[in-house]
């Protein structure tokens, strides 16, 4: 039996507990409404999902598992999962009733938001992304209508994996492709190439939202869903600042590394990005700071504690100098594309020798670096094409977890590869 929108006047009660009252609002695949939980004696939402699922024992099987993983997750940036089960045949997730509105229509409402309302937002939902990835949980479907922002000022992210659940059921309903345009444009690029996604895709999906919470558009858009899934895997984004001038350079950069291409470029999950965002504050705090100081007039005399403090600084820069410059040759950090001089002995304990990457596919590249114990980094080309260029070389010997540095080409056969010795 097809689950049909409550009519007006009709009492329905769920699982004899949730008594649903109103209507609040409905998305691609569901209703939300507001429903008096009988048993708890509190006010929640119930959001039903449309279609029939019984008959599909993989599909039931993954919404339990990804409601239970969801109902797990407590955050003060996460909307609760109370419960979740099914009448006839239709599922339904109940959920803590967040009484505002959503970020989609606070967006509509006032076009560009100022910089620090826009950073507090994203630094609250980073945070409620930071606890789901730490319990291993990805949430696939981070956009403006799943950001709930309650009349207190809260700031909450709902809508954790059991969405996708659904999405994924109806891939081949929702487009040829799978994807429908509102979601799409929060696509990472490895997630519109249809892989399975790590805690960076959702890094990448807030990175859009940022750049749409301060620009008034999000940076990718088309008229159809491989259109937009296209330009995430292509095509670089327009620095934000261009549109809004009042965007701090490193608030920009912070962007723009949410927005790049590679997942293992980006901030690696929501806690680093939240830690980046607080950095940036606490650099506005010490903007503030060194102003007071500079209108302050200070003493200028040249006394012996202040000969003994440069003195120790210039040591430590040059410690400082000597650590970074031996790191680099040992690889343990990491500039792109510059070789470290020193030629290691193949016997090095740690020390293994590089795979020969050239030709392979970015995935591909990834698992054989990641078997041997290195990370992957793109520094440059195309990354829908193959590995042309390498660093360290193939076949040199590199400290086992350091990285190895590749550009990506579209092989035609005017690229041709250089054979690669050992350096
Ligand atoms: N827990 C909640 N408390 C209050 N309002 C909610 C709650 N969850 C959702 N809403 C409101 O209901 C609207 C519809 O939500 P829903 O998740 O069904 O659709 P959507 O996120 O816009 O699209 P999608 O179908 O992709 O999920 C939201 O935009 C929000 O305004
Ligand atoms: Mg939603």
């Given at each position: 039996m097809r689950y049909k929108d409550k009519e007006p006047g009709q009492i329905e009660v769920l699982g004899d507990r949730y008594l649903l009252q109103s209507r609040i609002g409905s998305g691609g695949m569901a209703t939300i409404y507001r429903a008096r939980d009988l048993q708890m004696d509190r006010d929640v939402a119930v959001k039903m999902l449309r279609e029939v699922y019984s008959t599909d024992p993989k599909f039931v099987k993954r919404f339990q598992?990804?409601?239970?993983?969801?109902?797990?997750?407590?955050?003060?940036?996460?909307?609760?999962?109370?419960?979740?089960?099914?009448?006839?045949?239709?599922?339904?997730?109940?959920?803590?009733?967040?009484?505002?509105?959503?970020?989609?229509?606070?967006?509509?409402?006032?076009?560009?938001?100022?910089?620090?309302?826009?950073?507090?937002?994203?630094?609250?939902?980073?945070?409620?992304?930071?606890?789901a990835h730490r319990r291993g949980i990805v949430h696939r479907d981070v956009k403006p209508q799943n950001v709930l922002i309650g009349i207190d000022g809260s700031i909450k992210l709902t809508d954790f994996g059991i969405v996708s659940v659904y999405k994924d059921a109806h891939a081949e309903r929702l487009t040829t492709s799978g994807m429908t345009l509102g979601t799409v444009q929060y696509f990472a690029p490895e997630q519109a190439q249809g892989e399975i996604v790590g805690p960076a895709a959702d890094v990448y999906a807030l990175g859009i939202v940022m750049y749409e919470m301060l620009t008034g558009h999000t940076p990718f858009d088309g008229n159809s869903p491989v259109v937009v899934a296209m330009q995430h895997i292509q095509d670089q984004p327009d620095p934000p600042g261009q549109f809004n001038p009042s965007i701090p350079a490193a608030l920009e950069e912070i962007i723009l590394r949410c927005l790049e291409k590679m997942p293992g470029a980006r901030f690696p999950d929501g806690s680093q990005l939240a830690r980046a965002l607080e950095k940036l504050g606490d650099a506005k705090m010490g903007e503030t700071v060194s102003m007071v100081h500079h209108l302050k007039p200070h003493r200028t005399h040249w006394s012996f504690a202040s000969f003994i403090t440069t003195f120790i600084l210039l040591a430590t820069l040059l410690l400082f100098g000597c650590s970074a410059y031996l790191a680099v040759q040992l690889r343990f950090i990491h500039v792109p594309f510059v070789t470290a001089s020193m030629t290691l002995p193949s016997t090095t304990a740690g020390f293994i020798e590089v795979p020969d990457l050239r030709t392979m596919s970015w995935l591909k590249a990834v698992a054989t670096s990641e078997k041997l114990g290195f990370r992957l980094v793109l520094v440059g080309g195309q990354p829908n094409g193959v590995v042309v260029d390498q660093n360290p070389r193939a076949h040199d010997k590199a400290a086992k977890d350091s990285t190895i540095d590749v550009k990506l080409e579209i092989l035609t056969p005017k690229i041709g590869l250089q054979p690669q010795k050992p350096t």
């Open positions: 598992r990804e409601a239970r993983a969801a109902s797990a997750l407590q955050h003060p940036n996460i909307v609760q999962v109370y419960d979740y089960g099914q009448t006839n045949g239709n599922y339904y997730i109940v959920m803590e009733l967040v009484e505002g509105t959503d970020l989609r229509s606070y967006m509509c409402s006032h076009d560009v938001l100022d910089v620090d309302r826009a950073i507090i937002i994203a630094h609250d939902i980073a945070l409620g992304l930071g606890a």
